[in-house]
């Protein structure tokens, strides 16, 4: 098994509590998640149709995509309500220094 390769994403303290944020971290456009302290990324555009998800709405570990209001599991990426049916890229996330990375790999 690899090593992950982490790639510096943002400051902690500016993903806001209990909501998501979008920012591009490699060239690529994530949602960053703060769920009860826990900081989740996932890919930030909806499967289902072209919509950024960072304008959703997250309720728990719930993201709520603006366009169809199809949801997705924030841990993991899985679809959790219609219409969406496949799942969204989720990235490992570590913590140090007061700051979030990422695996992109």
């Known amino acids: ?3 992950y390769q982490w790639t ?3 400051p902690l303290d500016e993903v806001p509590t209990d909501d998501v944020i979008g920012m591009l971290v490699g060239g690529r456009d994530i949602a ?7 900081i989740y990324a996932t890919d930030n555009v909806c499967t289902h149709g072209h919509a950024r998800l960072c304008e959703g709405f997250l ?9 169809h209001q199809g949801k997705f599991d ?3 990426g899985k ?8 799942a969204i890229r989720s990235y490992p996330v570590k913590i140090d220094a007061g ?5 992109l790999d």
């Open 1 to 3: 098994m690899s090593e």
């Open 8 to 10: 510096d994403a943002a």
């Open 32 to 38: 960053l998640y703060n769920v009860d302290g826990q």
């Open 59 to 67: 309720e728990g570990h719930e993201i709520e995509c603006p366009l």
């Open 74 to 76: 924030v841990r993991d």
């Open 79 to 86: 679809p959790t309500c219609a219409p969406v049916t496949e």
């Open 99 to 103: 700051r979030v990375f990422l695996s």
